[in-house]
Nanobody, 124 residues
Framework: QVQLVESGGGLVQAGGSLRLSCAAS????????VGWFRQAPGKEREFVAA????????FNVDSVKGRFSISRDSSKNTVYLQMNNLKPEDTAVYYC?????????????????WGQGTQVTDSS
């Protein structure tokens, strides 16, 4: 079993920055790829970024390229999503998820464990 806890969300003005954290606990987390997803009101959950646990592979969707970056700190079992130049359309609940293996994926169905989510809201 893997437990994931997100933190770092909040209110932010357009153009501002936030860093989300996904803290993991549980067995053999070094074998898992971690992804970030988001779900805006009235919309389906969508993929944002993913990173293999070795850090060798990273992948962002086009809508956040150049603004968001994903990283991990293996010593802390934590994955981060640095979000810069935030836009109103970035408002959503952000979830982290874990998938067994080193393969990057944008598909919800391939992730085995999910956190409870953290809210990011544009305050402009």
């Amino acid at each position: 079993q893997v437990q994931l806890v997100e933190s770092g969300g909040g209110l932010v003005q357009a153009g501002g920055s936030l860093r989300l954290s996904c803290a993991a606990s549980g067995r053999a987390f070094s074998r898992y790829t971690v992804g970030w997803f988001r779900q805006a009101p009235g919309k389906e959950r969508e993929f944002v970024a993913a990173i293999t646990w070795s850090g060798a592979g990273r992948f962002n969707v086009d809508s956040v390229k150049g603004r968001f970056s994903i990283s991990r700190d293996s010593s802390k079992n934590t994955v981060y999503l640095q979000m810069n130049n935030l836009k109103p359309e970035d408002t959503a609940v952000y979830y982290c998820a874990a998938a067994l293996g080193e393969r990057l994926s944008e598909w919800i169905s391939e992730y085995d464990y999910w956190g409870q989510g953290t809210q990011v809201t544009d305050s402009s």
